[in-house]
Each structure stands twice: as C-alpha cells, then as structure tokens.
C-alpha cells in the first residue's frame, strides 16, 4: 500500500499461521512481534500500546516503532523481524 505498514503478530497465535502475517520490511514496513494468543491480541496492552504510538504519528513522520521505558522489556529482543 502507498503508505506505512506495522505488522502485529505473535508466533504463539495458535490460530494463524504467523509466517503469514509478516510483511516484508522495507523503509515504511515493519513487523512487531507480541507473545499473545490469537483472542488476546485485541485487548494485550503492548498491542494496544503499539497501535497507540502508530497512529500518534504525524502524516509525514513515519518512524518505526521504538519500546521506550519498562515496556522495552516487555517487547524484547523478539519485538519484530
């Protein structure tokens, strides 16, 4: 799509397939990785934190997205591919 992409998935879906939902990153396409299951992904804080930084971001200020504080531990170092 002509505009950035953020891909939220988690490999522990149980559901979907989550080689399925990664995109291939590129400079306005990322994937973020939640450790969620597939019903839990609308209501995990950290996914809900992720959309949160995504859509405060200005129209031409697209940055990836960056854990800041105690929530860096929580995302990790599998925060995305």
Request: aromatic share 10%; charged share 15%.
């Given at each position: 799509?002509?505009?950035?992409v953020?891909a939220?998935?988690?490999?522990?879906?149980?559901?979907?397939?989550?080689?399925?939902?990664?995109?291939?990153?590129?400079?306005?396409?990322?994937?973020?990785e939640?450790?969620?299951?597939?019903?839990?992904?609308?209501?995990?804080?950290?996914?809900?934190?992720?959309?949160?930084?995504?859509?405060?971001?200005?129209?031409?200020?697209?940055r990836?997205?960056e854990?800041?504080?105690?929530?860096?531990?929580?995302?990790?170092?599998?925060r995305?591919t």
């Open positions: 799509p002509p505009v950035p953020t939220i998935y988690s490999r522990t879906d149980g559901i979907v397939n989550w080689q399925t939902c990664v995109e291939d990153a590129d400079s306005t396409t990322e994937n973020i939640v450790v969620s299951s597939h019903c839990g992904l609308g209501h995990h804080p950290l996914v809900l934190m992720a959309i949160a930084d995504r859509l405060a971001q200005g129209e031409d200020a697209w990836p997205f854990a800041r504080g105690f929530s860096r531990f929580a995302f990790g170092a599998s995305g």
